[in-house]
């Protein structure tokens, strides 16, 4: 957390990093992210399997915010469907039919699964007729257990003539990669086989990290370089590669871990008596 001392020394009354998405304008965008957004708009509308995965505080949810707020401010017809289970390992087939019939109509969902099947075809049939499409999007996916995830097919198999009625978006941690691995759970395969996995990668240079900054910082009226330098942005970049056993170095600067680090040099820059977080200051953590 910032500290008193730093809001005062840099000029701010808010938390850059706290509540800083509330419009696509907040949204960093990369090459990579900017392609991933509209891939999940293309699968949204067209009846993809597709499921996003990266590591925890890597941007997944902001993406999908992103492609749903851009759905909505350009008017498309799309229904989007969120089951609202917390614990998704208890996230069942049935479950997910009481979400697309309470998100797609006003009707109460019926008592057996078979009814609910015929219920849910119905609506997404009559929806469809109107000019919608429908998809189906679940955070935390890497707990779905096999059984559940191996079904999801059957929804994605509802069709209106040639077109597919639901289209299915998961968005789960790196560990979801092992789930979507065929020679581990074989009895999914005919998801797996079927699934586009899209990755979030990090952003890897002191460029992207500080292009990243502008952003949050803008939001509070003030210039990037008067908080933290160019050299300082190229210093977390560094900080924050990693190197395996074998010597591969890789990067780790995730917008979670960017944003704890600038917090840290910040503190540490008013600490220090230093005009702004530059290299040194961030050498210094």
Same mark, same amino acid.
């Given at each position: 957390?910032?500290? %008193? ?6 000029? #701010? ?26 891939? +999940? ?23 999908? *915010? ?11 017809? !799309?229904? !989007? ?9 208890? %996230?069942?087939?049935? $479950? ?16 057996? %699964? ?12 009559? @929806? ?9 999007? /679940? ?9 559940? %995830? ?15 009625? +639901? @289209? ?14 065929? @020679? ?9 086989? *079927?699934?586009? #996995?899209?990755?979030? @990668?990090?952003?890897? $240079?002191? *460029?992207?990290? =500080?292009?990243?900054?502008? /952003? ?10 008067? #908080? ?10 560094? *900080? ?15 917008? +979670? ?16 008596? =230093? ?11």
């Amino acid at each position: 957390m910032l500290n %008193l001392k730093t809001f005062k020394k840099f000029g #701010i009354t808010a938390d850059p990093f706290t509540g800083d998405v509330v419009k696509a304008d907040d949204v960093y965008l990369t090459d990579e992210t900017r392609f991933i957004a509209e891939y +999940l708009l293309q699968a949204a509308k067209a009846g993809g399997m597709v499921t996003l995965v990266g590591e925890s505080g890597s941007g997944k949810t902001t993406i999908r *915010r992103y492609a749903i707020d851009r759905m909505e401010r350009e008017g498309q017809k !799309v229904r !989007v469907i969120i089951p609202r289970t917390i614990d998704k390992t208890r %996230l069942t087939t049935s $479950s997910i039919c009481d979400a697309i019939i309470r998100d797609c109509s006003s009707e109460t969902p019926k008592r057996t %699964l078979e009814a609910k099947a015929r219920q849910i075809e119905k609506i997404l049939a009559n @929806s469809s007729h109107a000019g919608y499409s429908h998809v189906l999007m /679940i955070e935390e996916a890497h707990d779905l257990t096999i059984n559940t %995830l191996k079904y999801l097919k059957r929804f994605w198999e509802l069709e209106d003539g040639y077109k597919k009625l +639901l @289209s299915i978006v998961l968005v789960g941690q790196i560990e979801m990669k092992n789930k979507l691995d065929e @020679s581990k759970n074989w009895e999914a395969r005919e998801v797996i086989r *079927r699934m586009e #996995i899209l990755e979030l @990668s990090p952003l890897g $240079s002191g *460029r992207e990290i =500080a292009d990243y900054l502008d /952003i949050k910082f803008k939001r509070l009226g003030k210039k990037r370089k008067e #908080i933290i330098s160019d050299s300082g942005c190229e210093a977390i970049a560094v *900080r924050l590669r990693k190197q395996t056993r074998t010597e591969v170095v890789y990067s780790v600067a995730y917008p +979670l871990l960017i944003n704890n680090w600038t917090r840290k040099a910040m503190n540490l820059a008013v600490e220090l008596g =230093a005009e702004l977080v530059d290299a040194e200051v961030v050498n210094a953590l």
